[in-house]
């Protein structure tokens, strides 16, 4: 009795696993009828990341009621794979918690998840992994592929920051001037000895001399401006200051004359000044001076601007007036001669050769200067070091030398440097954009973009850079407007991933060099374009200049539709 008992507790067991086997098999052999829209159809990377879309829609009476599946979307490419996350669906009498699938109407699950991208992914098939479960009995389900990955444009990105130069303020022609002044007595043009002979004109003589002289100077003119204080009428002040301009510069001449300076000779070499009144030179002695009621007699200039009324209304300031007429008007009777010059700095030549062979015979707006005059880094970087060990103090000398070691592809050397110009000018554009330049090089894109921030307004190296974070980061359209007129590859790409095929095409065009990537890009724009020709051509250029090109090629899904075409092969093999 006990063995029949047995017999039947295991028949009827045997039958319950049996039906639960029955039930998951039968979905696992349908599953063929479960549909999948995935969006894109081929996965992109964007942003570093692989973002997946899926519609999943299960028929009508397929779910059964007791069964609870694990869902995984896998990516599965040579040498590995990569699992999106898990989604849990179960049937209406599951007790839990996951999305419920009606039995009777079925039912269209949306799904969305991302991985970050891998290179490996490039060649890669998008596909399903389902467990399904119905109490303690799982059963795995055949993988399905419902999709293929990953599209990469955005990786052909040149991660080539630019860096910014701590520029020279080397000018080879410097204008110059000297001035001096003779005063005179009140309605008088006559001019006093002691004027004639003041240090401050027998400086202004020897300049003049000097200037005449030197194979570094031209002597460039000199203007006489001749003035009457704004006291008096206004036609006897004409008059006057005109005298005073005609004696002034018949002094000038006879000096200049008695100095052997030629130019005495040339008429047009003096350029003449009258002015009536001075009521520019009276407000400004005004503004500078500590008379006790000059905001009033200020006010009063600002109020009038007919002279006359000027002139009566300041006269009825009793209180001040005495002081100006002693403090401020006998500034305003006078003749100033200012004399106009330019210093002729060393030519290229004598500086590219002080600066290899006597560095210290420049100073430092030189030496910089001489720096651009090379091509080769190692010479630019010899004069770099050249300024920073003699003028230690000046950020530029570090900054330029970092910026030549970051083109030579010594990043640490470069950023040691960047360092130090930054701890002598703090938040520097110029040192911020490198020091960014630095962090992009390195793939920190945080704090790259951090940089970049403070960088703003140090010109267009920065928005270029900022450009390729843009990229990286999967903002194309503000990576279009940051490289705005440029045309560089990195614009052209930028224009691709944005949808801008035809604005891409012109920039590629208009850059008009041999280089590979270029040519690529054009092949992408062809498959884009569906330009077969386009394809091929370009593609054959781009791998005949650099030969990395045809396993770019093989395994970008941009050019799936040509893997078997015949042309493409042989171009990629």
Same mark, same amino acid.
């Given at each position: 009795m006990?063995?029949?008992l047995?017999f039947v507790?295991?028949?009827?067991l045997?039958?319950?696993i049996?039906?639960?086997?029955?039930?998951? &098999?039968?979905?696992?052999?349908? @599953?063929g009828?479960?549909?999948?829209s995935v969006?894109?159809?081929?996965l992109?990377?964007k942003g570093g990341m692989v973002?997946?879309?899926?519609?999943?829609t299960?028929p009508?009476k397929y779910?059964n009621?007791? *069964?609870?599946?694990e @869902?995984t979307?896998?990516?599965r490419?040579?040498?590995?794979? +990569?699992? =999106?996350?898990?989604?849990a669906?179960q049937?209406?009498?599951?007790?839990?918690?996951a999305? *419920?699938?009606p039995?009777?109407?079925?039912?269209t699950?949306?799904?969305?998840?991302r991985i970050?991208?891998?290179d490996?992914m490039?060649l890669?098939d998008?596909?399903i992994d389902?467990?399904?479960?119905?109490?303690?009995?799982?059963v %795995?389900f055949d993988?399905?592929k419902?999709?293929?990955g990953?599209?990469?444009t955005?990786t052909?990105?040149?991660?080539a920051?630019a860096?910014?130069v701590?520029?020279d303020?080397?000018?080879?022609?410097?204008k110059?001037q000297e001035e001096?002044?003779?005063y005179y007595?009140?309605?008088?043009a &006559?001019i006093?000895s002691k004027e004639?002979?003041?240090?401050?004109?027998?400086?202004l003589e020897? =300049?003049?001399k000097e200037?005449?002289?030197?194979?570094?100077?031209?002597l460039?003119?000199i203007? *006489?401006?001749?003035?009457a204080?704004?006291d008096?009428?206004?036609?006897?002040?004409?008059k006057l200051?005109n005298q005073?301009?005609k004696?002034s510069?018949t002094?000038l001449?006879k000096q200049?004359?008695?100095?052997k300076v030629?130019?005495?000779k040339?008429e047009n070499?003096?350029? &003449?000044?009258?002015?009536?009144?001075?009521?520019?030179?009276?407000k %400004?002695a005004m503004?500078e001076s500590?008379i006790q009621d000059?905001e009033?007699?200020?006010r009063v200039?600002?109020m009038h601007?007919?002279?006359?009324v000027?002139?009566?209304?300041?006269r009825?300031i009793?209180?001040?007036?005495?002081v100006?007429a002693?403090?401020?008007?006998?500034?305003?009777?006078r003749?100033?001669? #200012?004399?106009?010059?330019e210093?002729i700095?060393k030519?290229?030549?004598?500086l +590219?050769?002080?600066a290899?062979?006597n560095?210290?015979?420049?100073?430092?707006?030189?030496?910089l200067y001489s720096?651009?005059?090379?091509d080769?880094?190692?010479? +630019?970087?010899?004069?770099?070091?050249?300024?920073m060990?003699?003028?230690?103090?000046?950020?530029?000398g570090?900054?330029?030398?970092?910026?030549i070691?970051?083109?030579?592809?010594n990043?640490?050397?470069?950023q040691?440097?960047f360092?130090k110009a930054n701890?002598m000018?703090?938040?520097n554009?110029?040192?911020q954009n490198?020091?960014?330049?630095?962090?992009?090089k390195n793939?920190?894109?945080?704090q790259?973009?951090?940089?970049?921030?403070?960088?703003?307004g140090a010109?267009d190296?920065?928005? =270029?850079n %900022?450009?390729?974070?843009?990229i990286?980061s999967?903002?194309?359209?503000a990576a #279009?407007?940051y490289f705005?007129q440029c045309?560089?590859?990195?614009?052209?790409l930028?224009?691709v991933?944005?949808?801008n095929?035809?604005?891409?095409l012109k920039?590629?065009?208009a850059e008009n060099?041999?280089?590979?990537m270029?040519?690529y890009?054009k092949a #992408?724009i062809?498959?884009?374009?569906?330009?077969?020709t386009?394809?091929i051509? &370009?593609l054959?250029k781009?791998?005949?200049?650099?030969?990395?090109?045809?396993?770019l090629?093989a395994t970008?899904?941009e050019f799936? %539709?040509f893997?078997?075409?015949n042309d493409?092969?042989a171009?990629t093999k």
């Open positions: 006990k063995k029949t047995g507790a295991v028949v009827a045997s039958g319950l049996t039906v639960s086997c029955s039930s998951l &098999n039968k979905m696992k052999k349908r @599953a009828e479960i549909t999948y969006t894109p159809e081929t992109v990377a973002d997946l879309k899926i519609d999943v299960f009508a779910f009621k007791k *069964v609870a599946i @869902a979307p896998v990516l490419f040579k040498g590995g794979e +990569k699992a =999106y996350e898990m989604k669906i049937g209406e009498k599951v007790q839990g918690n999305e *419920v699938i039995y009777e109407a079925g039912k699950v949306s799904y969305m998840s970050p991208y891998e490996a490039r890669s998008l596909e389902i467990t399904g479960a119905k109490g303690a009995k799982t %795995k993988p399905r419902i999709g293929d990953v599209i990469a955005e052909l990105v040149v991660n920051p860096t910014s701590g520029e303020k080397f000018q080879r022609i410097i110059q001096a002044a003779i007595l009140i309605n008088s &006559n006093r004639m002979t003041s240090e401050e004109m027998k400086k020897a =300049y003049i200037a005449a002289a030197k194979e570094n100077m031209n460039n003119g203007d *006489v401006r001749s003035y204080s704004p008096g009428a206004y036609d006897f002040n004409e200051a005073r301009e004696s510069s002094f001449k200049m004359k008695k100095g030629d130019q005495y040339d070499f003096f350029k &003449n000044f009258v002015v009536a009144e001075d009521w520019d030179g009276f %400004k503004e500590n000059k009033l007699i200020l200039l600002s601007s007919d002279p006359e000027r002139e009566r209304e300041i009825n009793a209180s001040a007036f005495a100006v002693d403090q401020i008007l006998p500034k305003l009777r003749s100033l001669f #200012v004399v106009n010059t210093l700095g030519s290229d030549d004598e +590219k050769a002080l290899k062979s560095p210290a015979d420049l100073n430092v707006e030189e030496l720096a651009t005059l090379f080769n880094n190692n010479d +630019k970087l010899a004069i770099y070091e050249a300024c060990k003699q003028f230690p103090n000046d950020w530029r570090f900054n330029d030398a970092g910026m070691q970051f083109e030579m592809g990043i640490a050397a470069a040691s440097n360092n701890s000018s703090a938040n554009p110029v040192v490198n020091l960014g330049a630095v962090a992009l793939g920190d894109l945080k790259a973009e951090i940089y970049f921030g403070a960088a703003t010109g190296e920065v928005n =270029y %900022k450009g390729i974070v843009a990286k999967g903002d194309y359209t #279009v407007n705005g045309n560089c590859v990195n614009a052209a930028a224009n991933l944005a949808g095929n035809n604005e891409a920039k590629l065009n060099k041999e280089c590979p270029s040519y890009l #992408v062809g498959a884009r374009t569906n330009d077969a386009a394809v051509e &370009n054959r781009a791998c005949s200049l650099d030969g990395s090109f045809k396993q090629a970008d899904m799936a %539709k893997f078997e075409n493409f092969i171009i």
